[in-house]
C-alpha cells in the first residue's frame, strides 16, 4: 500500500510539473495517427481497388499485361511495408533517402516525414483489409451491375465499394488504434509525440516509473475514445433497424414496415414496442 501511495504521489507531481508536456505530446499522437490513417486508407483504397480490376484472355495483351504489372507492384509494396517494423522504415526513409541522394533529397519538416512514414505502412495494412472487403461482396452483384451496362467504375463505386467499407470499418478502426501506439517509434526521426515526452521527462526527473504509469493511462484514455467514437460511427452507418419500403410493383413484396434482419436480436423491444415473450 505504501507503494502505490508513493506512486500517486509522485504522479501527482510529474502532472503538476508537466502537464502541458504530456497534452502537448498526447495532442502530437492523435494528429499524427488521425492523419496518416485517412491517407493511409486512400493509399489502400486505391491498392485495393487496382489489385481487383478483372481482366480475361479476350482483353488485349497490353491491357494483360498493364494490369498483371500493377498487381506485382502492389504485391511487392504491402509485403515490404507490412513485413517490417515501422522503425527501420523511418530509418530507411528519412536517413535513406538523404544518404543516396547525397543529401539533395531530404526532409525540411518532421511533420511531412512523420505523417509520410506512418501513411505508407499504413496503406500496407488497409490494401489487404480493401481487397477482402470487396472480394467478400457476393459476385452476384458485379454481375448484375454488369447486365444492366454499368462499367467497372460505376459498379465499383455504386454497388461494390458502399458495401465493402461498411465491412471494412472495423479494421479502420483498428489500425486507427494501433497508429496511436506505434507512433511511438517515431522518437528514432526526432518527432516528440507522447512517448518523446515521457523520455525527456524521465531524463531530467529519474522517475522512470511514474511517468511510465501516466503514459499508461494516457495512452489507453486515448484508445478507449477511439475505439466509443468508431463504434458509435458504426453504428450510424448501420443506419434504423426498422425501414419502410414501398413498391409500386404488388407482385414482388408488399409495402410495410421491415426490421434488419441482422440486428434483430440487438433489440428488446419487437416492432409494435412490447418485449419479446
Known sequence: MDQLIQLGS?????????????????????????????????????????????????????KRFALGLVRVLVRAYVEIFRGTPMVLQAVFI??????????????DSIWAAAILIVSINTGAYMAESVRGGIISIDPGQTEAAKAIGMN?????????????????????????????????????????????FHRYITGVNNLYFPSAAIEMLGYLCMTLAASFLLRWAEKHMDGPASFELALGDHLTLTAGTYRHRGRSHDHKHNQDGRKPI
Open 152 to 196: 467497372h467504375f460505376q459498379t465499383m463505386t455504386a454497388v461494390i465499394l458502399p458495401q465493402a467499407l461498411r465491412n471494412i470499418m472495423p479494421q479502420i478502426g483498428n489500425n486507427f488504434i494501433i497508429n496511436i501506439k506505434d507512433t511511438s517509434v517515431m522518437f528514432i526521426i526526432g518527432f516528440t509525440e507522447f512517448f518523446a
Open 94 to 107: 528519412y536517413y535513406g533517402l538523404p544518404y543516396f541522394s547525397g543529401n539533395s533529397m531530404r526532409f
Open 10 to 62: 509522485d504522479m501527482v507531481l510529474l502532472w503538476s510539473k508537466y502537464a502541458p508536456a504530456y497534452l502537448g505530446g498526447m495532442k502530437n499522437t492523435l494528429l499524427l495517427a488521425l492523419a496518416a490513417t485517412a491517407i493511409g486508407c486512400f493509399i489502400g483504397l486505391a491498392c485495393g481497388i487496382l489489385n481487383t480490376i478483372p481482366h480475361s484472355k479476350s482483353d488485349s495483351l497490353l
